[in-house]
Each structure stands twice: as structure tokens, then as C-alpha cells.
């Protein structure tokens, strides 16, 4: 049912996305990394992974030299993406000219590229994607729509759309836990922690125009909520460096935070001629590699 199609070089024409807005984005790789407990950002060693005036998003890393992104095709499809570090060729891990494919993430088995689907009837559910290319499985048939999510113990925190949008966490199949409402698109598992941490939109203050949200988790295990402070303002998208530090973004600026401290520590600029507005982040500890999502400046 579906095609499976490796390429080394790859082009996609344009897409209008059904899950994110549309714009041109490309994926930026900067050198991170910890020394004598302090983290530094290597701003020479800034280069380009992807480099198309179209719609490259959404990385994750699934492994010691690769990272998974979704992109589109050359028919407007989004498919999920696999970029090797060392030999720097791209892979297909879908192509699927009937449905579109998002938010990939590697689930805790290690076995499979989990990815939100928007298959043809309009359903958006959680679909996994074997490393070995074999055939996809749908993995909750009556939870959706799903926008984003994060694994614990082989299961899925889920952001789940709706009006408000709910955060929920499958204890059982006779128990779908509503963890918290009103929540951004941030979930992401604290690391060596039971704990999903996620914005709480409803808390939130305002500084010269910039919002900041409450960052919450929620302990999986011992079903307790945690303060873990404020979002960088400005910003929505975040991600765990360890345990105790959080990155943000906001304009072509980097920011860190450690838990239990308020205020937010610049470590520098991402400056790629022609590139805005740092959003979407991923990092990978054993590369020593962060990426981010910038955005074309429009000419």
C-alpha cells in the first residue's frame, strides 16, 4: 500500500501543509556542547542541511547520525525525511502520494519513526513507521485529531485538537487520562524523568508585548504536576539540552534556562544570511549537533 523510495538528492515543490502554517523553512546545524558545566555554541560552525525556498520542519534525531524532518514531495505530500551527519544523503522514510506526514519522533522501542498522519478520509492519528521500511501501523484508532506528542514507558503524551486543545496520556485502553487543556504544541519528555513537560497557555504574563507561559510536567508515575518555571518570552517552542536545561528561541537569538532559575542566558546567535525567526529545535548529545528551523526571509 505504500511506495517506499530511497534518493540521495531529493527535490519537493511547494506545499500547503494542513498542520502548520505555510512559509519557507529550512533546517540550520550549529556545534553545541558542555564543558566544565557550562554550554557553548559554536557560531562558526553554522551550515545549512537544507537549502530550498520551500517547507523543510519538524527535526528530530532517531539515532547516534541521523535525524528525521518532514518535507513534501514533488506533488505537494508531506513525507517523512531521514538525513544521515555522515554521509549527508537523505532518505525517504515515507512516500505516500494519499496522505501527508508530520511531527516524526523515534518511540522508545527504538523499532519505529513515529509520525502524525493526515490520511485521506481527513483523520489525523499517530502512525508508526518501521526503521526497516516494512509497512506502517496505525497505533490508537480512536484518538484524534493528533497535533504533537512525546513517548514515555512505549506511549504517547498527546496534544490532541479540539476547542480547547488537551494534552492526554493513554494509562490503559479503558483509561485515557486528560492530563491538562489549553496547552501549546511543546511536549517533550524530561530526560531520566517520568515527567512530560508542556506550556500552560492559561498561564501566562506579558512584558513589552512578549508573552511568556508557565512551563508545567506532569510526573507520568506519580501523577504530580511540577513547576518548572517561565517560557522565554516571545517563544513557544522548547527543548530539553539534559535533565535541568531548557533551550528557546526567539529571533536568531538561543537562549538557556537551567530549572529552579528564572531568568533565561543568552549563548549566542544563529546568523545565516537570508534567515529569521528560530522556531522548531533539536539536539543531539552524542554529535554535539543542534538544529534548528529558520525561516526565508521574504525578498
Same mark, same amino acid.
Given at each position: ?185 511543546? @511536549? ?7 515527567? @512530560? ?41 522548547? @527543548? ?50 543542534l538544529v534548528v528551523v529558520m525561516e526565508r526571509k521574504k525578498?
Amino acid at each position: 500500500m505504500y511506495r517506499r523510495f530511497f534518493v540521495t538528492l531529493f527535490t519537493y515543490l511547494i506545499c500547503i501543509p494542513q498542520l502548520i502554517a505555510q512559509g519557507s523553512f529550512d533546517l540550520i546545524a550549529v556545534d553545541l556542547k558542555k564543558q566544565t558545566g557550562k554550554w557553548t555554541l559554536s557560531i562558526n560552525s553554522v551550515e545549512k542541511i537544507t537549502d530550498r525556498d520551500l517547507y523543510d520542519n519538524q527535526p528530530a534525531f532517531i539515532n547516534d547520525k541521523q535525524m528525521a524532518f518532514s518535507a513534501a514531495d514533488d506533488k505537494g505530500n508531506h513525507d517523512i525525511i531521514i538525513y544521515n551527519f555522515e554521509s549527508r544523503k537523505f532518505t525517504n522514510l515515507t512516500k505516500s502520494a494519499d496522505r501527508n506526514e508530520f511531527s516524526p519522533s523515534l518511540t522508545d522501542c527504538g523499532l519505529y519513526v513515529s509520525a502524525v498522519t493526515v490520511e485521506p478520509d481527513g483523520k489525523q492519528r499517530l502512525w508508526l513507521y518501521p526503521t526497516n521500511f516494512g509497512e506502517p501501523e496505525l497505533l490508537y484508532d480512536d484518538i484524534e485529531p493528533v497535533g504533537y506528542y512525546d513517548w514515555y514507558d512505549n506511549k504517547a503524551a498527546m496534544f490532541v485538537l479540539g476547542k480547547p486543545n488537551s494534552l492526554v496520556y493513554p494509562y490503559g485502553k479503558s483509561e485515557l487520562h486528560t492530563i491538562d487543556k489549553n496547552v501549546g504544541r511543546s @511536549i517533550k519528555k524530561r530526560p531520566k524523568s517520568s515527567t @512530560i513537560a508542556y506550556l500552560d497557555l492559561d498561564k501566562m504574563t506579558e512584558s513589552n508585548g512578549h508573552k511568556s507561559y508557565s512551563i508545567v510536567g506532569f510526573d507520568i508515575e506519580k501523577r504530580e504536576y511540577i513547576d518548572l518555571g517561565m517560557s522565554l518570552p516571545g517563544s513557544q517552542d522548547f @527543548i530539553w539540552l539534559d535533565a535541568n536545561t531548557l533551550l528557546m528561541g526567539i529571533g536568531n537569538e538561543l537562549f538557556i534556562r537551567k530549572i529552579g532559575k528564572e531568568s533565561w542566558e543568552s549563548l549566542g546567535s544563529v546568523e545565516v544570511v537570508g534567515y529569521q525567526n528560530i522556531t522548531r529545535l533539536a539536539y543531539s548529545e552524542p554529535l554535539k549537533k543542534l538544529v534548528v528551523v529558520m525561516e526565508r526571509k521574504k525578498e
